[in-house]
Every structure is written in C-alpha cells, then in structure tokens.
C-alpha cells in the first residue's frame, strides 16, 4: 500500500508518542506497522525495546489482524502481546 502525505508524515516524526486517529478503512495499522519498521530498521531500536499501544472497540479481531501484520512485517513467531 502507497501512504499518502498524512501517513509518511505520521510515520517519519520521531517524537516519542505518537497519537494516529482516522475513519475506519483509512491505514491507521499500516501506518502503524511502518512506522515501527521505520524506528527498527532506520533507527535501529530494537523491536524488544518498544512498547505499542492500541485502542479499539472490536479488539478481538483487531488484535489478531494486528498480530498477523507484525509477524508478516518483521519474519518473526514471538511478540510479547498482552490483550485488556
């Protein structure tokens, strides 16, 4: 998926918090997966060493759709995931 301006803007700040909110559909989890690529693979921060954080009102299936991208994103089996 090509990001447009709002979405390489939201991935390329750098600041240590970083609040994504849009309509449904719009790429809040791609955005989300690139920019924990970008702080990885650019910066160099261990994946170990981030904390994510997400928010949604069906998190079931969100959860595990979140789960799935990141594993297909990053080639690896373990991620410590914890669901409230």
């Not at 991935?11 to 719009?26: F, H, K, M, Q, T």
């Not at 910066?43 to 991208?69: C, D, H, Q, Y």
């Amino acid at each position: 998926m090509e990001l447009n301006e709002y979405q390489k803007a939201a991935v390329l700040d750098e600041s240590p918090v970083c609040l994504v909110r849009a309509n449904v559909g719009s790429g809040k989890t791609t955005v989300l997966i690139e920019k924990i690529r970008y702080f990885h693979e650019k910066k160099g921060v261990p994946l170990e060493r981030m904390t994510i954080l997400t928010f949604t009102k069906s998190f079931r299936w969100r959860s595990w759709a979140m789960r799935k991208n990141l594993k297909s994103a990053f080639r690896r089996r373990n991620f410590s995931w914890q669901n409230s």
